[in-house]
Nanobody, 122 residues
Framework: QVQLVESGGGLVQAGGSLRLSCAASGRTFSSYAMGWFRQAPGKEREFVAAINQKGGATYYPDSVKGRFTISRDNAKNTAYLQMNSLKPEDTAVYYC???????????????WGQGTQVTVSS
């Protein structure tokens, strides 16, 4: 089992940058694929980025590709989401997720953080 805690959210102007962190408990962080999802008010939770256990493969939807970068530091039990060129439509609560079974996390993955708010003003 793993516990996840996100941090780094906040208010930023359009075009700005934020770096989110997801700190994981436990000694088996490297056995989990990690992912970031977001949920805006009135919308479903959507996939933002994912990284496999060793960090050699990353995945993004077209909406954030080229602007967001997911990474991980297995020595620090932490995953990151670097967000550049932020847009007002990126405003949402951002969640990290972990999955030790699937190649990358999905909406049905078992472990989730509590979320961190990202607000992008125009």
């Amino acid at each position: 089992q793993v516990q996840l805690v996100e941090s780094g959210g906040g208010l930023v102007q359009a075009g700005g940058s934020l770096r989110l962190s997801c700190a994981a408990s436990g000694r088996t962080f490297s056995s989990y694929a990690m992912g970031w999802f977001r949920q805006a008010p009135g919308k479903e939770r959507e996939f933002v980025a994912a990284i496999n256990q060793k960090g050699g493969a990353t995945y993004y939807p077209d909406s954030v590709k080229g602007r967001f970068t997911i990474s991980r530091d297995n020595a620090k039990n932490t995953a990151y989401l670097q967000m550049n060129s932020l847009k007002p439509e990126d405003t949402a609560v951002y969640y990290c997720a972990a999955d030790s079974v699937r190649y990358i996390p999905t909406i049905t993955s078992p472990y989730w953080g509590q979320g961190t708010q990202v607000t992008v003003s125009s």
